[in-house]
């Protein structure tokens, strides 16, 4: 181990003992490690004693030139400093999600008076609902794909008042339910956008239910047309509903985690559960796991997915 250098020694003998985040920065003043601390000093002068240490951080203290701390008030302020440190500099030895900052969502643009749904990147506090992350913009699309031919939304820019002459084509195709000519009012278009949404969290029997009632009623009101539109739809959904597995019973909600490694990499794979249905997985890929314990690399990945994640199951 080679010796402490006079400028680390003099910031670790004023370190606080308070709880925080450290930053360990190279001779170039690249940050290459965070890491968070219910007392600061204990934390950071540990790296910095005799005992055995691994490879990986054995050779971080080499490389250790300089160090910055953030006092925060509590250790759950901490682990969030933490997790934007890192995706902010996305340092050398620390475990971080691969590209976590490409990875798509859907959008469901609920406080629009007819919410579209697109496919974005970052999650903005605007009243929009999310879903995901998911790990390929492909998949995102061929879920949307299916979603609009079961829930036709709108995709079009035009300020809808209902009173418009005639549709556009996606209309005809039956990949809109066409708001703009007044086809569908207002409350029925929110309800059917409220079915997609529920319907991407897996809760699929309520929204069959209330769809049959409505074809009955519409069969009886002698509405055939509006009466097959509906089974079509009831037909759809419980076509891809048969593709879920059952894991419980129990109408529960949980995601399960299951984690490979190999060169110095690891691969987390994630099942999500809703009411009791596997509804769908996502797989994302962790650097920086080289030695790392599995127990380690999977509280990386919680910690760093859930930051971002759309939804919590309990």
């Not at 009243?127 to 079009?156: E, K, M, N």
């Not at 195709?173 to 079915?195: F, H, N, T």
């Not at 509804?279 to 790392?292: A, Q, V």
Request: hydrophobic content about 40%; aromatic content about 10%.
């Amino acid at each position: 181990m080679k010796p402490i250098s006079e400028h680390l020694q003099q910031i670790l003998d004023n370190l606080p003992t308070r709880p925080g985040c450290y930053i360990y920065k190279n001779e170039a003043g690249e940050v290459i490690y965070v890491g968070k601390a219910v007392n600061l000093r204990n934390r950071v002068r540990s790296y910095f004693n005799e005992s055995p240490k691994d490879f990986k951080t054995r050779q971080l203290v080499r490389h250790i030139a300089h160090i910055d701390w953030i006092v925060v008030e509590s250790e759950l302020e901490a682990l969030i400093l933490e997790m934007n440190l890192i995706k902010k500099y996305r340092p050398r030895y620390n475990i971080r999600l691969k590209d976590d900052k490409r990875y798509p969502y859907i959008k469901v643009h609920w406080a629009a008076p007819f919410p579209k749904v697109t496919v974005t990147r970052q999650m903005v506090q605007d009243g929009s609902r999310y879903f995901g992350p998911y790990t390929s913009v492909w998949a995102v699309h061929q879920t949307l794909d299916v979603l609009r031919r079961i829930f036709p939304y709108l995709t079009c820019d035009r300020e809808i008042t209902g009173k418009d002459a005639r549709a556009c084509l996606y209309y005809d195709i039956k990949l809109c339910a066409a708001p703009c000519i007044g086809a569908i009012g207002q409350a029925e278009y929110r309800r059917m956008i409220e079915d997609l949404c529920d319907f991407l969290q897996g809760r699929t029997e309520p929204i069959v239910t209330r769809l049959q009632k409505e074809m009955e009623d519409a069969a009886e009101a002698l509405q055939f047309a509006r009466a097959a539109a509906i089974r079509d739809q009831i037909f759809a959904i419980e076509k891809i509903v048969e593709k879920q597995r059952v894991i419980s019973s129990k109408q529960m909600d949980s995601d399960v985690i299951a984690i490979a490694r190999a060169n110095g990499e690891a691969c987390v794979q994630i099942f999500f559960i809703r009411s009791g249905k596997l509804i769908g997985r996502e797989y994302f890929i962790l650097e920086g796991t080289h030695e790392e314990q599995e127990a380690e690399i999977v509280a990386q990945f919680i910690k760093q997915f859930y930051s971002e994640a759309a939804t919590l199951p309990d």
